[in-house]
């Protein structure tokens, strides 16, 4: 008698001091979901090693973002002028589970939407939701709606994904040949990407700009490629701290910097985003792995 396929299910359940969190279990991948800036702390596909990266030092309180997994960096990105604190206030609130969906193939959607807080008072009316959808790949959708009636919305959106690898030594990124980008290690300098893998052997900290659809990072210590393929990202952002910012970071490990590399999708800087009133704006990730 052929045996059912396992079934997905949706767990509400409480981790690191309380948090809320989603646990997803589909027959083909698994993930685990904060509450806590709405971030994806882990994904793993069925066979695979983790595809995210967790640094055993992160945080997990109120007014601190998660270090690692794949927080939402929205509505700034980086400190500009003025800003108490870097990467936006959606990847440091509590979000709300709107949804969850089953569909007929396994996989699951969550959908999750930022609450209406003080700290939006700065900003025209606006509505962000934020679906993952869990199955051997995981996809995640940001969408903005300008809820004004009048006035123009201009915003900065980034998924800052950490991805777990073996070895940064053994890591490149490729997909960027071709591309100017602002070096952050240079004052932001633009300069032009000739490499058609991007390798690491000091801290990376670089806006690419006008990201190509496909990126791919080929993980030579676990054997693995990850591809990343977005819609409506015009920025990729591409870091790894080294030594010696990783030893400056308190919610992050002395030596974590050689198991991960942050691929990040979004629209920042000159390429941040404007919606009109009533206007909504979408930004997919999809992100699968195979074997090298
Ligand atoms: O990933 C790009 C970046 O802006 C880096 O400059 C570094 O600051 C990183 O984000 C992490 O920022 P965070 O505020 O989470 O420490």
Avoid at 204 to 218: S, T
């Amino acid at each position: 008698m052929n045996t059912p396929e396992p079934i997905s299910r949706v767990e509400p359940t409480t981790r690191q001091d309380g948090m809320p969190v989603l646990e997803v279990a589909t027959p083909r991948g698994m993930a685990e979901i904060h509450r806590h800036g709405a971030t994806v702390t882990h994904f793993q596909k069925t066979g695979e090693a983790p595809l995210l990266f967790l640094s055993q030092c992160s945080r997990f309180e109120a007014g601190s973002p998660i270090r690692g997994g794949i927080p939402i960096c929205f509505p700034w990105f980086g400190q500009p002028e003025g800003r108490a604190f870097m990467h936006g206030y959606a990847r440091i609130t509590q979000w709300e589970v709107e949804a969850v969906g089953y569909e007929p193939n396994g996989a699951v959607k969550v959908r999750l939407r930022l609450p209406h807080g003080e700290q939006d008072a700065a900003f025209p009316p606006f509505a962000l939701e934020y679906t993952v959808t869990i199955e051997e790949a995981l996809t995640l959708e940001l969408r903005v709606t300008n809820q004004s009636p009048d006035a123009p919305f201009e915003f900065e959106e980034c998924l800052h994904t950490y991805f777990h690898v073996g070895d940064i030594e053994q890591v490149t990124v490729g997909g960027l040949k071709g591309l100017h980008y602002l070096d952050r290690l240079a004052g932001s300098e633009r300069k032009h990407e000739t490499q058609a893998a991007v390798q690491f052997a000091s801290e990376v900290d670089r806006i690419y700009l006008e990201a190509p659809p496909k990126l791919e990072v080929r993980d030579a210590a676990l054997g693995r490629r990850i591809r990343i393929e977005t819609l409506n990202a015009r920025c990729a952002v591409v870091w790894n701290p080294w030594i010696n910012k990783a030893r400056a970071m308190p919610d992050f490990g002395d030596d974590e910097y050689r198991r991960m590399v942050c691929v990040e999708s979004g629209n920042v800087g000159s390429l941040r985003r404007v919606l009109q009133p009533g206007e909504s704006s979408h930004l997919t990730v999809r992100l699968s792995s195979a074997p090298l």
